[in-house]
């Protein structure tokens, strides 16, 4: 079996999740933040919904260099909006991950600014683990709590919620 095989169960269900908890972000308080350094909801949900984009990025280039200006923040609009763009590069990161020979997991994938900074310099897999799955589950969980301040239900993700009991 190819390693993207096996990571194929865990992305769908981690973009499941995602797509559920985009759903529920509320479009008037764009600039709601719990703690005066804490990201605005309003750049914490697009950056959610972008974050799919970015796992396409690692799985098909050896590199990303943020000074280039190829990553354009998305405004914040609307949840629908979000889940839009979410859909949109999960599903280009579902086609790349199903193309990825195991080869091309050891290959070096690096993140840079302006050619100096290195901000990642490793494997593809550590990347796409690191850079890309885990990050977007580390701000997914921030989104959580951004949900539950503000009246929204919390969706059930690796188990029940105090809004959602999965059947238990």
């Given at each position: 079996m190819q390693i993207s095989e096996l990571l194929l169960p865990e992305f769908d269900e981690e973009m499941k999740k995602t797509r559920t908890t985009l759903e529920r972000v509320p479009a008037d308080k764009p600039e709601f933040a719990?703690?005066?350094?804490?990201?605005?909801?309003?750049?914490?949900?697009?950056?959610?919904?972008?974050?799919?984009?970015?796992?396409?990025?690692?799985?098909?280039t050896p590199q990303v260099d943020f000074?280039?200006?190829?990553?354009?923040?998305?405004?914040?609009?609307?949840?629908?909006q979000l889940v839009s763009a979410f859909d949109e590069g999960a599903a280009k990161v579902r086609k790349a991950l199903t193309a990825t020979p195991d080869e091309a997991w050891e290959q070096?994938?690096?993140?840079?600014?302006?050619?100096?900074?290195?901000?990642?310099?490793?494997?593809?897999?550590?990347?796409?683990?690191?850079?890309?799955?885990?990050?977007?589950?580390?701000?997914?969980?921030?989104?959580?709590?951004?949900?539950?301040?503000?009246?929204?239900?919390v969706p059930a993700i690796y188990g029940p919620s105090a809004d959602e009991t999965l059947g238990f």
């Amino acid at each position: 079996m190819q390693i993207s095989e096996l990571l194929l169960p865990e992305f769908d269900e981690e973009m499941k999740k995602t797509r559920t908890t985009l759903e529920r972000v509320p479009a008037d308080k764009p600039e709601f933040a719990p703690h005066s350094k804490s990201m605005p909801l309003g750049k914490l949900a697009p950056h959610v919904a972008q974050l799919a984009g970015f796992g396409f990025s690692i799985l098909t280039t050896p590199q990303v260099d943020f000074s280039t200006g190829s990553y354009k923040p998305l405004p914040f609009q609307s949840a629908a909006q979000l889940v839009s763009a979410f859909d949109e590069g999960a599903a280009k990161v579902r086609k790349a991950l199903t193309a990825t020979p195991d080869e091309a997991w050891e290959q070096n994938w690096k993140l840079i600014f302006g050619g100096n900074k290195i901000l990642f310099n490793g494997q593809r897999f550590l990347a796409y683990r690191q850079m890309f799955l885990n990050h977007l589950v580390h701000h997914r969980a921030q989104l959580g709590v951004y949900l539950r301040l503000n009246g929204q239900k919390v969706p059930a993700i690796y188990g029940p919620s105090a809004d959602e009991t999965l059947g238990f």
